[in-house]
């Protein structure tokens, strides 16, 4: 059953990624930034209809159940088009636009082929199994990814402070959340007492955190990364 | 044993990200000089700001008025102090070079509430100033 907890939590993620694209919409950077915007509208427009799904067929039936997790794993994909978009930002003076897109859509399929031959293994319990197991490996390959992208905005010396922070806030988001995917399938009892809440408190953290870059952040501001690794600053 | 590998390492990048993340935020701080004003009313004249400075100096920051933009901040770092307080205790008598590192993290923590305090501090003269402009 859902709370009143619950309900705050979408709501908060909600405003919030309205915020942001109204945000960039009133910065004139709407296009700039069209992948994250398309995929705030996108998320925000699953939120009403996970609302929605709740309130006519209620939180324990299959049909929000597979709502849930199949538009997750539709908006991880979505996301995957942002992060190809900060990858052509970061790399943006080498001209390797053609060669990102192509190795990112190789991944996307590669990860749905890996699911897919772990659960043809498993077929006792396939569709309900099939989405878990999609979704825990399409976050996997967000957070490798975003670690790569990290790491090459620390190999290039990467100053600007805005795009820096969105890549931290999207990696803390993935790693988070593809953490709770895998504790979920190694301790399934936890599910109901303590996991349900990460994956929602986290989805209401990068729209928050975003927004916050977007709002405080100016675009010409920058920051040493070697800063950021040092032991003692 | 492929969760097990998902979970160990998303845990591990997790937490690289998210001090990297407190590290960018602190970073904003650390170029800025403290005023002669927030050093006397904080009681830090005298010393450098120290990493148990923090919670001392977040009360005096609740005491001004809400600048408005500075709240999320202001929670993060907040968030970030009190898991680097918990991680330095336990790994005083374990790991010292740890425990070393999160005394040093706190202390950027305290300093930015420093400069968190110093701001509001001026917006709160700069009120102040308007106030008394209005009246006359």
């Not at chain 1, 619950?6 to 960039?24: K, M, P, S």
Request: glycine fraction near 6%; include cysteine; aromatic fraction near 14%.
């Amino acid at each position: 059953m859902l709370g009143p907890f619950d309900y705050g939590l979408g709501l908060v993620g909600f405003l919030a990624e309205i915020f942001v694209v109204v945000c960039l919409v009133y910065r004139r950077e709407f296009v700039r930034y069209l992948p994250l915007n398309f995929y705030m509208l996108c998320d925000a427009f699953v939120t009403c209809g996970l609302f929605y799904s709740v309130r006519r067929f209620g939180p324990s039936s299959l049909t929000y159940v597979y709502f849930y997790y199949y538009s997750d794993s539709l908006l991880m994909i979505l996301m995957f088009w942002v992060i190809i978009k900060l990858y052509q930002q970061v790399f943006d003076e080498m001209k390797v636009s053609t060669q990102i897109r192509g190795a990112a859509l190789i991944l996307i399929a590669a990860t749905a082929l890996f699911s897919y031959g772990v659960v043809h293994q498993n077929r006792s319990n396939l569709t309900g199994h099939f989405v878990v197991e999609l979704g825990q490996n399409l976050y996997f390959v967000g957070v490798v990814l975003t670690y790569l992208l990290w790491g090459a905005i620390l190999k290039l010396r990467e100053t600007r402070t805005r795009l820096i922070q969105l890549v931290l806030a999207l990696g803390i988001y993935f790693s988070a959340t593809a953490g709770t995917y895998a504790l979920r399938n190694l301790f399934p009892g936890l599910q109901p007492s303590l996991l349900r809440w990460v994956p929602p408190i986290f989805g209401m953290w990068l729209p928050l955190a975003w927004a916050y870059t977007f709002t405080r952040i100016p675009e010409d501001a920058r920051l040493a990364t070697a800063r950021l690794l040092e032991k003692h600053q | 044993m492929i969760a097990a590998l998902i979970c160990v390492s998303s845990i591990a990048v997790f937490l690289q990200f998210f001090v990297s993340y407190c590290r960018s935020i602190l970073a904003s701080s650390r170029k800025v000089e403290l005023s002669a004003r927030v050093r006397e009313v904080s009681g830090i004249a005298s010393h450098d700001v120290a990493a148990d400075d923090f919670a001392r100096l977040l009360q005096l920051v609740r005491l001004c008025p809400e600048r408005g933009d500075d709240q999320t901040e202001i929670r993060a770092v907040g968030t970030y102090y009190g898991l680097l307080h918990v991680l330095g205790r336990v790994a005083r008598p374990l790991i010292p070079g740890v425990a070393a590192w999160t005394e040093q993290e706190r202390r950027s923590c305290s300093y930015f509430a420093a400069v968190a305090l110093d701001r509001r501090i001026s917006y709160s003269r700069d009120l102040f100033t308007q106030q008394v402009a209005e009246r006359l």
